[in-house]
């Protein structure tokens, strides 16, 4: 007999642990290859917080690294919304083909809620930051051939 898959808690795994895949690991089991390829843009978003700590805000190698922090984090908040908005039946169908559809009521929906604040706040952060960081860039390289 397989195990039931919740959806309100896949949903609050996306929105919580997303990020490192958490969420695939809990639908597909620790042998999932996808879920295994979410932490690599996470880590090196972090190592380019670190690095622009370290080294500051003129560090190019960090403006690369961060914007993939933002993608990572936006990633996994779409993901939440999409298991949250999904319908009970559907869900139900996917993972859990054997036993009957349960009504998941409003936990899914603030888990929903709360994925669309975060990941409309972080992915307007990620695409305003790599803009600024872009005109910056072209701004630095137009001064130079002058």
Do not use: C
């Not at 490192?20 to 295994?36: A, E, I, K, S, T």
């Not at 843009?41 to 914007?67: C, E, H, K, S, Y």
Request: proline share 5%; net charge positive; aromatic share 12%.
């Amino acid at each position: 007999m397989t195990r039931y898959r919740s959806k309100s808690l896949a949903t609050w795994i996306a929105v919580l642990g997303g990020t490192l895949g958490l969420h695939r690991f809990y639908l597909h089991g620790w042998r999932d290859r996808v879920g295994w390829l979410y932490p690599l843009p996470t880590l090196l978003g972090l190592a380019g917080v670190q690095r622009m700590n370290a080294f500051g805000q003129d560090d190019r190698v960090a403006w690369l690294l961060i914007p993939l922090l933002g993608l990572a984090i936006s990633a996994a908040m779409l993901t939440a919304i999409v298991y949250g908005l999904s319908p009970d039946e559907k869900w139900s169908a996917r993972y859990n083909p054997d036993a009957p559809a349960r009504s998941t009521g409003w936990v899914p929906v603030l888990g929903v809620i709360t994925a669309l604040l975060l990941g409309a706040s972080v992915f307007m952060g990620t695409v305003a930051f790599g803009m600024q960081h872009f005109f910056e860039w072209q701004t630095e390289q137009s001064t130079t051939r002058s």
